[in-house]
């Protein structure tokens, strides 16, 4: 079974498993808009790889190798959608690219990634850096200023204005 099947059956099935408890193939049919029949067969072939218990009309739980891959897949989905907002994507866009750049990033990539979404997060303030590619994002235009520069800078000039109304 493919990777990226295996971390998106985990992954939908470790979220509803937190809210249900047992998890059934209409629920999962019901979450991708598939068919039923499809979830069946998934489902067997993940509890013959060891990801799920499953019995039929019982449903299915993760394993712990089930639930491990679902954990670490949730926390990459996660890390990326923040690091793809932080640069200025919509939600649901950042929501959707994350789902397919999850399978595919390399481990030492993600950790780099990883710890960039941690230290911009743990910042105080946005980095005034971001504000400039914000910029430079919407006009195309390089930003190379001091930030005391409040008079020429559009970038500082705003948060001067900003902080004089505070």
């Not at 039929?56 to 954990?71: D, P, S």
């Not at 001091?146 to 948060?159: L, Q, Y």
Request: glycine share 4%; aromatic share 10%; charged share 30%.
């Amino acid at each position: 079974m493919r990777k990226k099947t295996i971390e998106d059956y985990v992954e939908i099935i470790y979220d509803i498993q937190e809210q249900k408890g047992q998890v059934h193939t209409n629920d999962i049919a019901n979450a991708l808009a598939i068919n039923p029949a499809s979830v069946t067969e998934i489902f067997r072939k993940l509890h013959a790889e060891g990801y799920i218990h499953y019995q039929k009309y019982a449903g299915a739980t993760l394993t712990k190798e089930g639930k491990r891959i679902a954990i670490k897949t949730k926390k990459k989905h996660e890390t990326l959608k923040d690091f793809l907002i932080i640069l200025g994507v919509n939600k649901t866009i950042a929501n959707e690219d994350a789902c397919k750049i999850e399978h595919v990033v390399n481990p030492k990539t993600m950790s780099r990634l990883s710890k960039f979404v941690e230290f911009v997060n743990e910042s105080k303030e946005r980095a005034l850096w971001l504000e400039h590619f914000d910029y430079y994002y919407s006009t195309g235009k390089f930003i190379s200023c001091n930030p005391d520069d409040t008079v020429s800078c559009p970038i500082h000039k705003k948060r001067k204005k900003k902080k004089l109304v505070d």
